[in-house]
């Protein structure tokens, strides 16, 4: 009998650590990493944006579902924070036309980039999408969420980490 309800309640804990959804991994105080960018939208070279500007970096891809579930959410916080913070996403898909479908449907006017070498996940530390980074105005990484984020989900992250409020 004791075996019995040890036995449920370790699967009962193990089944809602899978089921968690994501969380903070910790800061690494990396740079952002080199890359071959391009802009999604025009397939132009691109960079990452200019020093002295917090960057809220957020990995997602075309076929993952929650990703597409927080574009709209991403970008409600993008409008509110105009230029005081620059969101940026980043995907390393290689159906172009998939990533603009999903990035239009969701209404997406943040800058969207294409990994073209599709290094930055890995680079980022990132271990599933969506990812999101948070990068300080001097370029390092100060933070990391894995798992989708609703729109105060990220004004929380932001104003935490970069003392910025909508």
């Not at 899978?18 to 969380?23: V, Y």
């Not at 005081?84 to 006017?109: F, S």
């Not at 990484?141 to 992250?157: F, I, K, P, Q």
Request: with cysteine; aromatic share 4%.
């Amino acid at each position: 009998m004791a075996a019995t309800v040890l036995v449920s309640v370790l699967v009962g804990v193990l089944g809602l650590s899978a089921c968690s959804g994501g969380g903070d991994d910790g800061a690494s105080g990396s740079p952002l990493p080199e890359a071959t960018l391009i802009d999604l939208g025009t397939g132009e070279p691109a960079s990452w944006p200019e020093a002295g500007t917090p960057v809220v970096v957020n990995l997602w891809a075309s076929w993952c579902t929650p990703c597409r579930k927080e574009m709209p959410d991403f970008e409600e916080v993008s409008q509110e924070l105009g230029d005081q913070v620059a969101i940026v996403g980043v995907t390393d898909e290689t159906d172009l036309d998939a990533a603009r479908d999903a990035a239009d449907q969701a209404g997406v006017t943040y800058p969207l980039l294409v990994d073209e070498g599709q290094t930055v996940l890995v680079d980022l530390e990132v271990t599933g999408l969506p990812g999101t980074v948070f990068v300080d105005a001097d370029g390092q990484v100060v933070g990391r969420h894995l798992g989708a984020m609703t729109a105060d989900d990220l004004r929380g992250e932001i104003e935490e980490r970069y003392g910025i409020t909508t």
